[in-house]
């Protein structure tokens, strides 16, 4: 008996350290080369840069850095305008953003390996590893003077798979579209997003779980902390912080070493400003209810599993190019291929987009009819973007990976994401 109790532990406690593992396929690291090497026009990747320098020149962006890349080479990686105009700091190519919602992805990619391993069915309740979310309950009725309100029971219990794809019927706090939820979980202390404060993932996503949804779980598609939830979930099928777990098992592997929830001190002065336009100028964005220097201050212990991430252009073109090659990058499989196929499935219907885009199990993803619609990329592009004005998409079909990197709130005149990615497009040329 004790020596089964001890291969248990020891099963428990090394499993996750084979999540990722050396495979027979070797698809190298990014590196540069010229455009034409790789099929990619360099007088139209060129229009590409004089389109971003145009708009930080006409105060439409304040800065940007870009970076395409064809067949694991990048023939595109500049930066452009100010990291801070204040300041008079300009935009480096290795300059790091607040990726926000970007975060998405790489935590639905730990979900996915701890899967692999056989830990959990997607579709097993939630409710089995963190008890809390047992016996949901639907939002019914509200009383806005005391906040009070009324539920009735859940028609199933909330699954892995409904977090994974925003069908869960939770909310979304601060930013959610229901000004009811939104003071439910500001009264009931729920973290949204990021934060300096002393609070852990796990604290928050308890009391979150108390909480009433949206609707029955798997009914809809409303954007939602599901991902926080699924951060901690890592943290209890692990026996890792959530931190640790990516920075062991994704980020180390890939050599993504700007890719963190806080920063350390050497790579803080590194850190993009978020900015605003006020009476025609570009300032810093005050704190609100959140504060913008949270990835390099404060308490440093919210592990945000749906924001809470920074990282440059390169590592996270890193991230994507693991997926362009099935799940792999430099000899080491995170995922194998046939996950993959799965994480780019349609999981959500109709639920999801339109005709034009699904959601799969981490991003959005491009339909036949996208396709022929135009300027999205070929059917099974894959994107996503952040809070704080971040884009990416891959293109499986073409094997492009294209990245914009900003940084603003408010009101702003930004048409650069739609131009880049119809221009990238436009700029394959073999």
Do not use: C
Request: aromatic share 12%; proline share 4%.
């Amino acid at each position: 008996m004790k020596r089964t109790l001890f291969a248990v532990a020891f099963w428990m406690a090394t499993a996750s350290a084979f999540s990722q593992t050396p495979t027979l396929q070797s698809s190298p690291r990014l590196t540069e080369a010229d455009p034409s090497s790789v099929g990619m026009s360099a007088e139209r990747l060129d229009k590409i840069s004089k389109m971003l320098e145009g708009e930080v020149d006409a105060g439409n962006i304040p800065g940007a850095v870009a970076l395409v890349a064809k067949d694991g080479k990048i023939v595109l990686h500049e930066a452009f305008g100010m990291a801070n105009n204040a300041t008079g700091k300009a935009m480096q190519k290795n300059t790091i953003f607040r990726i926000a919602s970007q975060t998405k992805a790489i935590t639905s990619t730990a979900v996915m390996m701890l899967w692999e391993e056989g830990r959990f069915r997607l579709d097993d309740p939630i409710s089995k590893y963190i008890p809390a979310f047992k016996n949901p309950q639907i939002l019914s009725g509200f009383n806005y003077a005391d906040t009070s309100y009324t539920t009735v029971p859940a028609k199933s219990e909330i699954t892995i798979r409904h977090l994974l794809t925003h069908t869960s019927g939770l909310g979304y706090g601060v930013i959610d579209k229901d000004e009811r939820v939104k003071m439910i979980y500001q009264k009931a202390g729920v973290t949204d997003l990021f934060t300096t404060k002393s609070i852990t993932i796990g604290e928050s996503v308890r009391k979150l779980a108390k909480l009433p949804l949206h609707f029955n779980p798997g009914e809809q598609y409303s954007y939602s902390e599901g991902l926080d939830v699924l951060g901690y979930l890592v943290e209890v099928i692990s026996g890792q912080s959530f931190d640790e777990y990516l920075k062991d098992h994704i980020f180390a592997p890939l050599g993504m070493e700007d890719t963190w929830f806080y920063l350390p001190d050497s790579k803080a002065d590194r850190l993009v400003t978020v900015q605003q336009k006020v009476d025609g100028e570009w300032q810093q964005f005050p704190v609100t209810f959140y504060d913008t220097d949270y990835p390099k201050k404060g308490a440093r212990t919210f592990f945000s599993g749906g924001a809470g991430l920074s990282s440059t252009a390169e590592d996270y073109a890193t991230f994507l190019q693991m997926y362009l090659n099935g799940g792999e990058l430099n000899g080491v499989r995170l995922l194998s291929r046939t996950t993959v196929r799965s994480i780019m499935g349609n999981q959500t219907g109709e639920l999801f987009g339109g005709e034009n885009q699904y959601y799969g199990l981490a991003f959005g993803v491009v339909t036949a009819e996208g396709e022929a619609h135009g300027g999205m990329g070929s059917e099974g592009t894959f994107d996503w973007g952040g809070y704080f004005n971040t884009q990416y998409f891959a293109d499986p079909k073409e094997q492009v990976i294209g990245i914009l990197m900003k940084q603003t709130q408010g009101p702003v005149d930004d048409q650069t994401a739609w131009k880049f990615r119809q221009m990238v497009g436009a700029a394959i040329d073999d």
